[in-house]
């Protein structure tokens, strides 16, 4: 599951997860500088929390919630200082 956020209102970022379940490899990138790389093989959790402070001036705290479906697949959701701003669905 790949997707790109722009976040901020005065002061744009770019944040980018990209997750690969069947090779286990998470990225996450703001303003294309990687700030998050794992791999994992095995004993995937069902619920996963990545938490990013995001900004300069405007200070945003980006929370990214990965849930597992329990054949194949994954749902992500994002919020914004504790605000759900979009949820993803997929593979």
Same mark, same amino acid.
């Given at each position: 599951? +790949? =997707?790109?956020?722009?976040?901020?209102?005065?002061?744009?970022?770019?944040? %980018?997860?990209? =997750?690969?379940?069947? $090779?286990?490899?998470?990225?996450? !990138?703001?303003?294309?500088? %990687?700030?998050?790389?794992?791999?994992? $093989? =095995?004993?995937?959790?069902?619920?996963?929390?990545?938490?990013?402070?995001?900004?300069?001036? %405007? !200070?945003?705290?980006? !929370?990214?919630? +990965? %849930?597992?479906?329990? $054949? =194949?697949?994954? !749902?992500?959701?994002?919020?914004?200082?504790?605000? $759900?701003? +979009?949820?993803?669905?997929?593979?």
């Amino acid at each position: 599951m +790949k =997707f790109k956020l722009a976040v901020g209102a005065r002061e744009r970022n770019l944040v %980018e997860y990209a =997750f690969n379940q069947l $090779l286990g490899q998470l990225c996450i !990138r703001v303003n294309e500088r %990687e700030v998050k790389n794992s791999v994992r $093989l =095995f004993d995937e959790p069902l619920t996963e929390t990545h938490t990013l402070q995001v900004g300069k001036t %405007e !200070r945003l705290t980006v !929370r990214i919630e +990965k %849930e597992r479906k329990l $054949l =194949f697949g994954q !749902r992500c959701r994002v919020f914004l200082n504790d605000r $759900l701003y +979009k949820c993803y669905e997929g593979i």
